[in-house]
């Protein structure tokens, strides 16, 4: 199974588009969203363009636009952080670094995202990995998401642009 990871769309469809192709030529099945849609057009849009099942942790420029209490065929929204078993790996994932720092720090999951900064990286230990997929924005840093196999357990930072 392949899961895209994503963050801090703030409503760029244009960019969250050419993410989608690539997701859909590459057999992703899932996609991770820790948070900044923005307004609940740009979650509209990322389900109908998506079959797949889509987690979706709430960001600070989520608020006031009704996206809490969505009801979405496809969309799992989760207020503060989620929590999700695919395939036996466990995964955690928040909009907020203190809270993905801290899920990380539990040694509960193998794989913790967080977004917020926009910056992407991934760090690794022997247990497990701490990572920022970027934003999809394409503010202050190039567009970015990743992409985890779950056979495999490899994650793959993706820049928009290269693809």
Not at 47 to 58: A, C, D, Q, R, V
Not at 94 to 122: C, E, Q
Request: contains cysteine; aromatic residues 10%.
């Amino acid at each position: 199974m392949k899961i895209a990871i994503i963050s801090d769309t703030h409503d760029n469809l244009i960019n969250l588009e050419k993410a989608l192709s690539h997701m859909d030529k590459n057999g992703v099945t899932a996609i991770v969203h820790c948070g900044d849609a923005c307004c609940l057009p740009t979650l509209n849009f990322l389900e109908k363009h998506f079959n797949g099942k889509i987690y979706f942790s709430l960001g600070n420029c989520d608020e006031g636009y009704n996206i809490a209490g969505a009801k979405l065929k496809n969309v799992r929204i989760f207020q503060n952080f989620g929590e999700l078993d695919l395939e036996g790996i466990k995964i955690a994932f928040a909009h907020f670094p203190a809270t993905a720092k801290t899920l990380f720090n539990s040694g509960n999951y193998d794989f913790v995202f967080h977004g917020h900064t926009h910056m992407p990286w991934i760090s690794e230990t022997k247990e497990n990995f701490l990572a920022n997929p970027g934003n999809l924005a394409g503010i202050n840093y190039a567009a970015t998401f990743a992409v985890l196999d779950t056979i495999t357990k490899k994650l793959e930072l993706k820049i928009l642009d290269k693809l």
